[in-house]
């Protein structure tokens, strides 16, 4: 009888056993390639942005959104985002929140004349409203950073603010290369 009984607890437990790690294995997804993930958000973003001024360009491991001053920012305090502008971001952001594999680097760009503020300091805030609304929408700190761009011969100066998009392991590695690196992806095309 107590064979019986430790025959059936060992059964038991054997087959917990095999179908904890089964649901192990079946609960994490697969791991993405680069490309994979390129391809992927390419398809999403551009979903995303359809119907909306802001243009979508691929960069090294990433996706660029291109959002314009003009209609987004406030003419007279331009580090303000506009009414207007909040829907279309507000979506971008809530979109980007539910992706557990992106992150984003908010990179606010000043490159006109302000009568109250340096190039510099507008930068800093345009990056800054725009993170505040991710952070609105709960996207951890560690998935967000912030840059301020006011220098570069060649940057597009029709641009308010540019969105990012790289798979989370790379974000880190992308804030230390620095602002060289991301000027160069915000080139006029």
Known sequence: MRLAIIASLVA???GCAGSTASTAQVGHPPVQTAAEWSSSQQVKL???LHGTPYA???VSGGWLIRIAEKDTFNPHRPELLLPAALGSIGQITRHLAQDPDVAVMVVGVATGQYKLKSKEQVSIE???SVASIFRLNRVPGHRLKTLGVSQGAHIDTHLGVALL???EQDLHRRAAEGHTQVVAMLNRD
Do not use: H, K
Request: charge should be neutral; glycine fraction near 0%; aromatic fraction near 0%.
């Open 165 to 167: 998009v790289v798979p």
């Open 46 to 48: 551009q979903q995303l």
């Open 12 to 14: 038991i437990l054997s």
């Open 126 to 128: 345009r990056a800054q």
């Open 56 to 58: 979508l360009s691929e």
